[in-house]
Nanobody, 125 residues
Framework: QLQLVESGGGLVQPGGSLRLSCAAS????????IGWFRQAPGKEREGVSC????????VYADSVKGRFTISRDNAKNTVYLQMNSLKPEDTAVYYC??????????????????WGQGTQVTVSS
């Protein structure tokens, strides 16, 4: 059974940076696309970014393009989300999720099979 654990969240000032990690256990991530999602209080969960199983393609939400970078290290069974130039509106619980995807581009819709427990990111002065 694939298990995902996020880490790296915290409190940061506007303009600051954080790097989130999504560590997998139980199953190799080699056959899984990974997505990052976030949910702010009172709002629906939204897709932030996703990356294909080999890391050759990725997708970003318009709201984070140019500020966030997704990457993966399959040898470490870990996916990262580097978040720069953070804004207060980035405040949310961030989740990583996995879906078995051998071919094609990943999606930012929440149709993923495995989810982590989330990590809180708060951007505030």
């Amino acid at each position: 059974q694939l298990q995902l654990v996020e880490s790296g969240g915290g409190l940061v000032q506007p303009g600051g940076s954080l790097r989130l990690s999504c560590a997998a256990s139980g199953v190799t991530l080699d056959y899984y696309a990974i997505g990052w999602f976030r949910q702010a209080p009172g709002k629906e969960r939204e897709g932030v970014s996703c990356i294909t199983r080999r890391g050759s393609s990725w997708v970003y939400a318009d709201s984070v393009k140019g500020r966030f970078t997704i990457s993966r290290d399959n040898a470490k069974n870990t996916v990262y989300l580097q978040m720069n130039s953070l804004k207060p509106e980035d405040t949310a619980v961030y989740y990583c999720a996995a879906v078995r995807l051998l071919f094609g581009l990943c999606q930012l819709s929440p149709a993923y099979d495995y989810w982590g427990q989330g990590t809180q990111v708060t951007v505030s002065s």
